[in-house]
């Protein structure tokens, strides 16, 4: 059982920068990839960028193309997604993933406020 650990949200003025980080322990990483969707207020879930594990390669949701930056430490299993020029629009419940072989895992979520 994978086990996930989030930290780095609060809150932001626009166009400011936040960085968030989740730990996972407790799996083998060969084959997994990890990522970040977000819940808005009233909105649904969305994907919002993803790592693979091997080789690193990163897919992002259009929405944030060119403002965020997904990256991982071998070393310390983390994977870090930089956000720069936040708007208003990227408030929401920030949750890290951890997929392998079609089993998904989620962190239990935290918050991203960002002010206008």
């Known amino acids: 059982q994978v086990q996930l650990v989030e930290s780095g949200g609060g809150l932001v003025q626009a166009e400011g920068s936040l960085r968030l980080s989740c730990a996972a322990s407790g799996s083998p990483f060969d084959g997994s990839d990890m990522g970040w969707y977000r819940q808005g207020p009233g909105k649904e879930r969305e994907f919002v960028a993803r790592?693979?594990?091997?080789?690193?390669?990163?897919s992002y949701a259009d929405s944030v193309k060119g403002r965020f930056t997904i990256s991982r430490d071998n070393v310390k299993n983390t994977v870090y997604p930089q956000m720069n020029s936040l708007k208003p629009e990227d408030t929401a419940i920030y949750y890290c993933?951890?997929?392998?072989?079609?089993?998904?895992?989620w962190g239990q979520g935290t918050q991203v406020t960002v002010s206008s």
């Open positions: 790592i693979f594990w091997v080789g690193g390669s990163t």
């Open positions: 993933t951890f997929r392998r072989f079609g089993s998904i895992s």
